[in-house]
């Protein structure tokens, strides 16, 4: 049976960094449980807030929490109240120093905008359900909102007894492309959870945000676009082109040359009359001959 892999799990240390910094040693164990309880906490205490992500770093006794979220007035609270009560929450079970910071997502600067990203898109589905929506209906919004906003990809499945069925089951729309096998692919995946009258239904998104190429293949490319503009100038290709197929060198040399404007007409019959002299000097020699 087909086993299905985290895609972000999948892709960790080749396109996708770590979501926990730090090194841990004897109390890596430690260091492991206390992130669980900050981000489980953080969820519980602000389910309402629309948080994408949450990553911690750790510096000796300094603990730094990234919040990144599309709500930051629910987060921070009034004049800081909230942001406050977490970080004391976390420095009482955690007994170290903690720094607390927000991220909006909606600013020009994040990378991700709220109605492309796979956690809060499966957030609203499953609001949606609590709140008695048809499935098909909230599935079919989440995934043209997604689409409508710049993804290449989405696929939203609902898992459970849906629309109060007594035997649970999958179903899924998908629209775009979604490669899940392939690794450069920034796959969005995110997960939420609908509490109904008739139970619990699990909801999955995967949004798919196009490829990323490596900084080194990158320069590869580069390289190569240099050396084939190079070619095509008329000069002699620089040992760092890296053109490894010689048919391409050929059709780059191959192409018509840029023709030359012709100069005044005027000019041109000038200079194509003989003059007398030279004319009768032909006319002798060929008498003599």
Known sequence: MGHKVNPYGFRLG???????????????????????????????????????????ERKGDQIWVFIRTARPGIVIGRKGAEVDRIRKDIERVTRKRVDVKVEDMNSAASELRPETDATLLAQGVAEQLAGR??????????????????????????????????????????????????????????????????????????????????????????ARARALAQVSAGGAASTGALITDEREVLEVADEPEVPIVPAETGDLEDASEPSGAETGGGATEEGEA
């Open 14 to 56: 080749v396109i996708y960094p770590w979501k926990s910094n730090w090194y841990g040693g004897r109390d890596y164990a430690d260091a492991l449980h206390e992130d669980i309880w900050i981000r489980k906490h953080i969820r519980r205490r602000l389910s309402r807030a629309g948080i994408s992500s949450i990553d911690i």
């Open 133 to 222: 929506v048809s499935f098909r209906r909230a599935m079919r919004r989440a995934v043209q909102t997604a689409m409508r906003s710049g993804a290449l990809g989405v696929r939203v499945q609902c898992g459970g007894r849906l629309g109060g069925a007594e035997m649970s089951r999958r179903e899924w729309y998908r629209e775009g492309r979604v490669p899940l096998h392939t690794l450069r692919a920034r796959i969005d995946f995110g997960t939420a959870e609908a509490k109904t009258t008739f139970g619990l239904i699990g909801v999955k998104v995967w949004v798919y945000h196009g490829d990323e190429i490596p900084l080194a293949e990158q320069e590869t490319e580069r």
